[in-house]
């Protein structure tokens, strides 16, 4: 593997300020040289970076970014903003461990004033910085940089219906580049390309409109942010850019290179071995084989449809694939609406971002008892996405939810239970799962896909548990209950869901004073009494631990069984109430005393 590049002697952020437009110039070519260079060593966000290198060396020729407050929407395009205001020489720990946050973040240094990560939010957030200046007597520009792909996000228009007539100090400007991690789609889409249209529709807004200038010329930058400053009334800055541009590859294929996987540069293209399959294209799949035989089945994404599985049943099916733009609310009361009218909706979205509809979904889909899906991807730590982007809050805010029933897969045999589930029960259901890649079959652990009327454990219903151990300890025996039984002389159990269960590794269980337990399904859960005669219960999650799957076993177990309950000593691992970094899933997994050298140290002192 070759060394990340030497860092270049980047000028201080005060610097740019007196540098010429032919130094400015040479600052862009190094500049975008350097990360081009470094991400494709070190990887990380790339395309939509490579696309602002001219944007925001002009904007720190022209402002004092330290004191006029910037809000990168999204943030994925930081990294050269990141560069030029003094954490260059971070820069090559950007998205380690204790290392430099990929997004915005404010306790990372003061020419951050606003920590991004989701969708849709700059304008809004500059529109309260400068209602917070203008009561306080200052009437500095407050800068939002927003790409079109944010714009079709519902959050960004609220901003824009409520600015007018303000008054407000606020530069919002439009970085107009066709595409979000997606090509773009919606109206916004197809009136950006006429200057006329989207100069009123700007100005119906209220917003002082300039552009389109092109985003790559300096001159034609510096004049626009020249000309911005002047006013100091609600404006919007219209720019065209390119994502990816200067590294060919990129430019011609700008979903694939949004981010930059860690190689080496001199390689014509990514590597291609044959890798093990991801979650994500085992959704896609399943729902393609069952989209082929059921033609009621739809498919709603918000802006994900390549990042979620789905782009082959696109291909397949344009006319039940819907791409609705980065617009959860929407996506979800839409399906809705398809459930009323007798289709199966299934929407794939991120845990993260489900966040964003938790509404709709108690509104619109549950309360109405609609059978819509929901898939959610990303579910648990990211890893380098950091704390913006870990889908660890799902378990607990979709549990108290009536109607909902809740599947957490630990293998690609069981996400196609689950989807199974739903199509033959036809009532709301979520199913999450992790990021990465779906874990092989093992050969030394008895799986759910293994369990016939003839092994053990005959477990078949989804809510009561599997029974997961060594193949060589499993006791040959045609009940759960006697196996339980037969095996809980251990003392202790461990109760775990969806990824959970394959933190739990063979050395272990190998310890040999535990069984292991895995639900798929969690809500609605039966507990089998067999598992409350264990002295010591530990539950095991991938999502926080207050209000998740183990105080709700718990919980469940207590209510229906308090007697046997009442010596059990109760042990919950999980994500703690603190927000978790960002880092390597092992990196995460040790912090957080989860893996397996932590668990094994917990469980000898039982």
Not at 3 to 25: G, K, M, R, W, Y
Not at 51 to 65: P, S
Not at 270 to 292: T, V, Y
Not at 331 to 356: C, D, E, M
Request: include cysteine.
């Amino acid at each position: 593997m070759p060394q990340t590049p030497q860092i270049p002697n980047f000028p201080a952020p005060d610097e740019i300020t007196h540098l010429t437009v032919e130094q400015l110039s040479d600052l862009c070519g190094e500049l975008r040289t350097y990360i081009i260079d470094a991400l494709l060593i070190q990887g990380g966000h790339f395309a939509a970076n490579l696309g602002v290198i001219e944007l925001t060396v002009a904007l720190l020729n022209q402002f004092d970014t330290q004191i006029h407050p910037v809000v990168w929407d999204v943030g994925h395009q930081c990294y050269p903003y990141k560069i030029l205001t003094d954490r260059k020489n971070q820069f090559p720990q950007i998205r380690t461990f204790n290392g430099l946050s990929g997004f915005p973040k404010i306790a990372e240094s003061s020419f951050d004033h606003f920590g991004t990560g989701h969708s849709s939010t700059s304008i809004s957030a500059v529109m309260g910085m400068a209602v917070a200046s203008q009561l306080q007597g200052k009437n500095m520009p407050h800068i939002a940089i927003i790409g079109d792909g944010a714009l079709t996000g519902g959050m960004a228009f609220e901003a824009l219906n409520n600015i007018i007539n303000s008054k407000l100090n606020v530069i919002i400007i439009l970085n107009d580049n066709n595409i979000g991690i997606d090509p773009n789609t919606g109206a916004i889409n197809q009136h950006l390309v006429n200057n006329h249209e989207i100069q009123s529709f700007f100005e119906w807004y209220g917003l002082e409109y300039t552009g389109p200038l092109d985003g790559h010329n300096l001159n034609d930058l510096i004049e626009g942010f020249k000309k911005v400053k002047e006013s100091h009334l609600p404006r919007i800055l219209h720019i065209k850019t390119t994502k990816g541009k200067g590294y060919e590859p990129a430019e011609k294929e700008q979903t694939r290179w949004h981010s930059a996987p860690k190689y080496d540069k001199f390689q014509p293209e990514i590597p291609s071995p044959e890798k093990p399959k991801k979650w994500s294209d085992a959704f896609g799949q399943i729902l393609l084989n069952n989209m082929r035989i059921n033609e009621r089945i739809i498919g709603i994404s918000p802006a994900m449809i390549s990042s979620c599985g789905m782009s082959p049943c696109l291909n397949e099916f344009p006319t039940r694939i819907f791409d609705v733009g980065i617009s959860e609310q929407h996506a979800l009361t839409f399906a809705a609406g398809a459930a009323k009218q007798g289709l199966l909706p299934v929407v794939n979205i991120y845990s993260t971002f489900l966040q964003r509809a938790y509404d709709q979904l108690i509104h619109d889909i549950a309360l109405q008892n609609l059978p819509v899906l929901i898939c959610i991807d990303r579910a648990g730590m990211v890893g380098e996405d950091g704390p913006t982007h870990h889908g660890v809050f799902d378990i607990s805010f979709l549990l108290p939810i009536p109607n909902l029933t809740l599947f957490c897969p630990n293998s690609e045999d069981e996400l196609q239970e689950a989807i199974n589930w739903y199509l033959k029960n036809l009532r709301p259901c979520a199913i999450r799962y992790p990021r990465g890649n779906v874990p092989p079959k093992s050969e030394n652990l008895l799986s759910t896909s293994e369990n016939t009327s003839d092994s053990l454990p005959a477990n078949t219903h989804l809510s009561t548990g599997t029974f997961l151990q060594p193949k060589a300890n499993v006791p040959q025996s045609s009940e759960v209950t006697q196996t339980i039984s037969q095996t809980n002389q251990n003392n202790v159990a461990i109760i775990s869901c969806g990824n959970a269960s394959n933190w739990i590794t063979n050395s272990v269980i190998s310890i040999g004073k535990i069984d292991h337990f895995h639900f798929n399904q969690i809500k609605p859960i039966e507990i089998n009494t067999s598992l409350l005669n264990y002295k010591t219960i530990i539950t095991i999650e991938d999502g926080v631990v207050i209000g998740g799957f183990g105080q709700w076993f718990k919980y469940f177990s207590e209510t229906q069984y308090p007697n046997e309950t009442s010596k059990i000593n109760w042990i919950h691992k999980g994500i703690p109430d603190q927000f978790v970094p960002h880092g390597s899933p092992q990196e995460l997994l040790n912090w957080l005393e989860l893996d397996s050298e932590s668990l094994i140290k917990l469980i000898s002192t039982l």
